[in-house]
Every structure is written in structure tokens, then in C-alpha cells.
């Protein structure tokens, strides 16, 4: 029993510490993939910053 309980709480400490990275990565990868579409389309990627002022 102790050691399926060391095994899941490595595992635990494991996910916690990959979380940050995997959320840096999709957000990256959303990045990319909007630049992606606008340098297809020809038009620059939409301006968020107005939206944060309003």
C-alpha cells in the first residue's frame, strides 16, 4: 500500500510541475496558429488591447 502511495504522489508532484509548461505550450501554439492565418488571409491579427479598454 506505501508504495502505491509513493508512486501516486511523484506522480501528483510530477502533473503539477508539467502543468505551467503545457500551458505555456498551447499558448504558444495558438499564437502560431493565428499568425498563421493571418499572413494567409493578409490581414494583421485582430488588436486585443482595444478590447481591454472599453
Not at 506505501?2 to 505550450?25: E, K, Q, R
Amino acid at each position: 500500500m506505501n508504495a502505491l502511495l509513493d508512486y501516486l504522489t511523484v506522480a501528483a508532484v510530477f502533473v503539477l510541475m508539467l502543468a505551467p509548461s503545457a500551458y505555456g505550450h498551447l499558448h504558444e501554439r495558438r499564437i502560431d496558429r493565428q499568425l498563421r492565418i493571418a499572413e494567409r488571409s493578409g490581414t494583421e491579427a485582430p488588436d486585443r488591447s482595444l478590447h481591454l479598454a472599453a
